[in-house]
């Protein structure tokens, strides 16, 4: 009996103890569920590429673990959502500090995590990675510590805070070159480069006047427009080049001059994060009057010369590269042996040296296929494909061909455009590979001029005329949104959907610059980059394509700076879901109208304004303190 009453008693202390443990365990649980379903700072904990962040983002959703698979694909389904239409988002984490200069598709991190076999000698790291949904940031990036409302342009051209773009290291590596001067709270930029340590605008002068243009003007009279810098350091060529009405694409990697593209952002200056690797950068055939490099380190004789094919593939006929090394005029044995070589190779591509002089060579490509149907037979590098389209850029490879001209552009022996200023309005010649007329065009023109100018009256309250300087349309069509804006002091990165008609040749060919791209993925640039987003039908596309709407917020903020606005226009579904998201953005709104002010044809159209807010975190304001 005593043995029975014993063996009652040690069931009872265990089940005792059970539940005495099971009770901890649940407080435990919500304790630390409220801990992180409370924080509004990314935690060291919260690891790159974790679950974690999705199925937080998803809890704020009013989510949970078991739907959280399913929460992109709701997330695009606007006004559907059973028992969602009323659900407001209150907060995102921020991600750690360290990530504050975060560029998703471009970040060694992922390259590391995911052990990606790359070629360096290709340049493979350099080149777009993208993360997979479910290793995407569901979080803010968040500004650097005691970060300021950047200097307006055209100040900024000459100086930006050093606490906004906190790396000195190419002021003091280029310390002889004139890149760059820490100043106090700021760095300046003298104007100086590689090539041109006395100036960027001594530089230019001299290769208009190598060309024997009138009044040693680069422009040659509103025929030299649009301009590819490629390995362009701080983009000061670019910079130097927007007084004579000359705009640039400044080109560089996120790679041992981190920051470069950044500054050049900063500054106020176009510019694009990128690399001539393997595959074709993104921009049209025949874009650009004028290629350049200075310095750019580029070995143009690898791979049969597929670099230097894909810079003649985005020339226009008689278009020019501008190429200052020192195989231009060295004379010692392995420099000589590179200009001999690439003197051949060019020669065999058709172009002619246009001038050389110093440090400084030019070549010219021809104006007409003549000089290709000329060449003997088994002449390398070969005539691209007849069925390859150089026009296809968007994770097409590199081809070492010579990209021919079409037929038009044969018979008027180049590309038949107007000068600069009248080109931004007239009939670009490629209208009729899409089937436009020119009716169609100018009716373009004129509708986005109405819209733009409605744009602007809403926007009155808030900006001034030196508020915004980087502008990007996020998806645009022929370009007419970028073209009512001559007469602002901005410029535009005119962003094409890598899926639809490729209309980004219409874009450059009236003078305007930008990039194909899928708003599925991140874009090729820093945060904080943009003061004006431009989101017309954005969203819609996103819901059909059944990416994320949510992610796509995300980046928006990634790349919008502090106090920058954002104008969508699109169905009120979208508006609706849009403004369930504003406070956990940091957003405000600041205009909501509908498309009867513009008595246009997209009668179902809302136009939404919001601006984003200035915030830190509590760490960046200790850090700053």
Same mark, same amino acid.
């Not at 202390?13 to 649940?26: A, K, M, P, Q, Y």
């Given at each position: +009996? +005593?043995?029975?009453?014993?063996?009652?008693?040690?069931? @009872?202390?265990?089940?005792?103890?059970?539940?005495?443990?099971?009770?901890? %365990?649940?407080?435990?649980?919500?304790?630390?569920?409220?801990?992180? #379903?409370?924080?509004?700072?990314?935690?060291?904990?919260?690891?790159? #590429?974790?679950?974690?962040?999705? !199925? %937080?983002?998803?809890?704020?959703?009013?989510?949970?673990?078991?739907?959280?698979?399913?929460?992109?694909e709701s997330s695009t389904k606007y006004g559907q959502e059973d028992g969602e239409e009323n659900v407001i988002v209150k907060s995102f984490p921020v991600c750690d500090d360290r990530h504050s200069e975060l560029i998703p598709c471009l970040d060694r991190n992922l390259i590391y995590q995911m052990r990606l076999k790359l070629d360096l000698s290709l340049m493979e790291?350099?080149?777009?990675?993208?993360?997979? =949904?479910?290793?995407?940031?569901?979080?803010?990036?968040? *500004?650097?510590?005691?970060?300021? &409302? *950047?200097?307006?342009?055209?100040?900024?051209?000459?100086? &930006?805070? @050093?606490?906004?773009?906190?790396?000195?290291?190419?002021?003091?590596?280029?310390?002889? $070159?004139?890149? +760059? &001067?820490?100043?106090g709270e700021k760095i300046l930029f003298p104007g100086g480069g590689t090539h041109f340590h006395k100036g960027a605008d001594k530089y230019i002068a001299s290769i208009a006047n190598m060309l024997n243009f009138s009044k040693n003007n680069l422009n040659n009279e509103g025929r030299l427009r649009t301009v590819f810098d490629v390995g362009c350091g701080v983009a000061s060529f670019g910079a130097?080049?927007? /007084?004579?009405?000359?705009?640039?694409?400044?080109?560089?990697?996120?790679?041992?001059? $981190?920051?470069?593209?950044?500054?050049?952002?900063?500054?106020?200056?176009?510019?694009?994060? #990128?690399?001539? #690797?393997? !595959?074709?950068?993104?921009?049209?055939s025949r874009s650009f009057e004028l290629a350049h490099c200075s310095r750019c380190r580029i070995d143009w004789l690898q791979r049969d010369g597929i670099l230097l094919l894909e810079l003649d593939r985005l020339l226009r006929p008689g278009g020019y590269f501008a190429y200052s090394s020192p195989e231009a005029y060295a004379q010692d044995e392995e420099d000589l042996k590179i200009w001999r070589e690439m003197s051949a190779l060019v020669e065999r591509m058709c172009w002619r040296i246009a001038a050389k002089k110093n440090q400084t060579v030019v070549w010219q490509k021809p104006l007409t296929n003549d000089c290709y149907m000329e060449r003997e037979p088994g002449t390398q590098p070969p005539l691209c494909r007849s069925d390859d389209d150089p026009d296809a850029v968007w994770g097409v490879p590199m081809e070492a061909c010579i990209s021919t001209y079409s037929d038009h552009d044969h018979r008027e022996k180049g /590309?038949?455009?107007?000068?600069?200023?009248?080109?931004?309005?007239? *009939? =670009?010649?490629r209208l009729a590979d899409f089937g436009y007329s020119n009716e169609m065009f100018e009716k373009d023109t004129e509708l986005w001029r109405h819209r733009v100018e409605n744009y602007w009256n809403l926007l009155s309250p @808030?900006?001034?005329?030196?508020?915004?300087?980087? &502008?990007?349309?996020? @998806?645009?069509n022929m370009g007419s949104f970028a073209a009512a804006l001559k007469d602002k002091d901005v410029w535009v990165m005119n962003v094409v959907p890598e899926d639809g008609p490729n209309t980004l040749k219409l874009i450059y060919d009236r003078g305007l610059i930008g990039s194909v791209h899928s708003w599925c993925e991140a874009y090729s640039t820093y945060p904080r980059t943009y003061d004006l987003l431009h989101a017309w039908t954005l969203f819609s596309d996103i819901e059909k394509k059944e990416c994320s709407a949510e992610d796509l917020l995300l980046e928006m903020d990634r790349i919008l700076r502090p106090t920058g606005f954002i104008i969508i226009r699109d169905k009120q579904s979208v508006v609706d879901f849009v403004k369930k998201y504003l406070t956990a953005l940091h957003w405000e709104a600041v205009a909501v109208a509908d498309s009867s002010i513009d008595s246009d044809q997209d009668g179902d159209d809302v136009v939404f304004i919001i601006q984003k807010k200035i915030w830190l975190t509590s760490e960046s304001l200790r850090d700053s303190g």
């Open positions: +009996m +005593m043995r029975g009453r014993s063996d009652l008693s040690q069931k @009872k202390r265990i089940i005792t103890s059970l539940c005495v443990l099971g009770i901890f %365990l649940g407080f435990l649980y919500v304790y630390h569920g409220s801990i992180f #379903g409370s924080q509004s700072h990314g935690a060291s904990a919260l690891e790159y #590429g974790s679950r974690s962040w999705r !199925k %937080l983002g998803s809890s704020y959703l009013g989510g949970d673990e078991d739907n959280d698979s399913k929460q992109d790291h350099y080149e777009r990675h993208c993360p997979a =949904p479910e290793r995407r940031y569901n979080c803010l990036i968040p *500004p650097p510590p005691g970060y300021k &409302v *950047p200097i307006k342009w055209p100040q900024s051209r000459d100086e &930006v805070w @050093k606490v906004n773009i906190p790396h000195t290291h190419l002021a003091q590596e280029k310390s002889d $070159q004139n890149w +760059m &001067v820490v100043k130097y080049l927007l /007084s004579s009405d000359i705009i640039a694409m400044s080109l560089a990697p996120n790679d041992v001059h $981190q920051n470069q593209i950044q500054f050049a952002l900063e500054r106020g200056i176009p510019a694009y994060l #990128g690399v001539l #690797g393997t !595959k074709r950068l993104p921009y049209p /590309s038949g455009l107007a000068p600069w200023p009248a080109r931004l309005t007239a *009939p =670009p010649p @808030k900006i001034e005329s030196n508020t915004l300087r980087n &502008v990007m349309d996020m @998806k645009s």
